[in-house]
């Protein structure tokens, strides 16, 4: 039924429980083009101290959207899947050398994909399990910790180059 957010949509299998999930998702390249928006590409390279500038923070961003919609994709389409390993707080330095539109463009592919994907998945299978470092992992818990690990970075982000800092330089 419309409103309790524990049903499956049955015409169409959508997800009613994990709408506002895939919602979330959905908006998070917006909101990565906005954090970097009008930023010069000096503003994009500056390392501050001992953090990752804003374009190392982009390139990471771009690893993970690519890796989590592959891992996640796997999880709904296989058996126990296991995602690639790579060290947290992986330096995607090859992705650094790539232009701030083709980054973006990428993260944009990743979600478009991710949530064309999530949107049709019945709410029953957002249980289903994979290892991610050697932790069992189910969908909805990839989904959340992908959006959080993104909204940690654009927070980075901002503080680097967002109107604030800007006013700073």
Do not use: C
Request: aromatic letters at 6%; proline letters at 7%.
């Amino acid at each position: 039924m419309p409103g309790q957010g524990n049903r499956i949509d049955f015409v169409t299998g959508a997800p009613e429980k994990y709408a506002d999930l895939v919602d979330a998702l959905s908006v998070i390249p917006g909101k990565v083009r906005a954090a970097v928006a009008g930023a010069s590409d000096a503003a994009m390279r500056q390392e501050p101290a001992g953090g990752w500038s804003a374009l190392r923070n982009l390139a990471h961003l771009v690893f993970l959207a690519e890796a989590n919609d592959v891992f996640i994709t796997q999880m709904a389409k296989m058996t126990n899947p296991s995602r690639k390993q790579f060290p947290s707080g992986y330096i995607a330095e090859d992705l650094e050398a790539l232009p701030v539109p083709v980054l973006l463009q990428r993260i944009e592919d990743a979600f478009s994909h991710l949530v064309g994907l999530l949107g049709h998945t019945p709410d029953a299978a957002w249980g289903r399990p994979g290892e991610a470092r050697g932790m069992r992992r189910s969908i909805r818990q990839m989904a959340v910790y992908h959006a959080e690990h993104f909204d940690e970075h654009l927070v980075e982000i901002a503080k680097l180059v967002g109107p604030k800092a800007a006013a700073k330089r």
